[in-house]
């Protein structure tokens, strides 16, 4: 996975099998501490203490489509080879929580990448999930959640052009004005 677009995409579509209404993303950048955070916490299944235990084993996985599961792995991987760390927390029926924290001007760590669309193309296919996302640098906060896109829209479709449009371009151009 290249981007952190990617590696989120793979952590909320694990949250969604894991049956989750609610799921949370923050994505903090901080230049003064050298930091990046990824931190994606969901109200899902969650994992008895074996799965989690396993869950970052690029060979063990869940699901009876495959024989491996490499998101977890791939992500704690990047955020180690990018002098950062990774942790991840998970309780049955409580949820999950994972974290991943890269050095921010480590030439490995992973760009953001198209989060814009990432986003709208996650809440159109998860119309039943609560989606929120903040992002933060020290130049402010920017936060948007499923519930206030489908509010502004006013019962317009997503699939819209325009208002797909709209949307990508308000996430867009709010995280570049906190870059």
């Given at each position: ?47 008895n ?8 084993n ?51 760590r ?20 609560e ?20 509010n ?9 052009p ?5 949307i ?12």
């Amino acid at each position: 996975m290249k981007t952190l677009s990617d590696h989120i995409l793979d952590i909320v579509q694990n949250s969604v099998r894991a049956n989750s209404t609610l799921i949370e993303i923050m994505v903090e950048e901080n230049k003064k501490s050298d930091l990046c955070i990824l931190k994606i916490t969901d109200n899902g299944c969650g994992m008895n203490k074996q799965t989690l235990e396993q869950a970052t084993n690029p060979f063990f996985t869940t699901r009876v489509t495959r024989k491996v599961g490499l998101g977890l792995s791939l992500l704690k991987q990047n955020a180690e080879m990018a002098c950062g760390k990774f942790s991840i927390w998970s309780e049955p029926e409580r949820g999950t929580e994972v974290e991943a924290h890269f050095q921010l001007s480590h030439f490995d760590r992973p760009e953001l990448g198209d989060i814009w669309n990432t986003l709208y193309l996650t809440i159109l296919s998860n119309k039943n999930i609560e989606f929120i996302y903040e992002h933060i640098t020290e130049k402010g906060s920017y936060k948007i959640s499923s519930t206030d896109i489908r509010n502004n829209i006013e019962g317009v479709s997503m699939h819209h052009p325009e208002i797909r449009n709209a949307i990508t371009g308000l996430i867009k151009n709010n995280i570049s004005k906190l870059q």
